[in-house]
């Protein structure tokens, strides 16, 4: 993340190439502050957030419930206790 000294604030390409980190929680709480707080004075960042978050939902919606076959669950399961037991010899 760059920081402008000069306007003591955030430039706008580090925020873009942080909003997914922020949206994911898998950024500190400074940054994350840092972050909102630069958002908060930047529609053009703002807006970036929010189109990433949309997408983000409509991707969990679209793709998030998806279950994979109870058969397959079932073989993928003893496959991997196997070699989990096998692994512990």
């Known amino acids: 993340m ?3 000294h000069d306007h003591d ?3 706008c390409a580090a925020v873009l190439a942080d909003i997914s980190q922020l949206l994911d929680n898998e950024c500190s709480e400074s940054i994350r502050d840092t972050l909102r ?4 004075h930047c529609g ?3 807006e970036a957030y929010g189109i990433e978050e949309q997408v983000k939902r409509l ?3 679209k793709c998030g419930g998806e279950r994979a076959p109870e058969g397959l669950r ?3 399961q003893i ?3 196997s070699l989990t037991i ?3 010899s």
Do not use: A, K, Q, T
């Open 86 to 88: 096998r692994g512990e």
């Open 9 to 11: 604030d955030i430039d």
């Open 79 to 81: 496959n991997i206790r």
């Open 2 to 4: 760059s920081v402008d």
């Open 59 to 61: 991707i969990g919606r």
């Open 74 to 76: 079932s073989r993928l």
């Open 37 to 40: 707080h630069h958002m908060d």
């Open 44 to 46: 053009p960042c703002l």
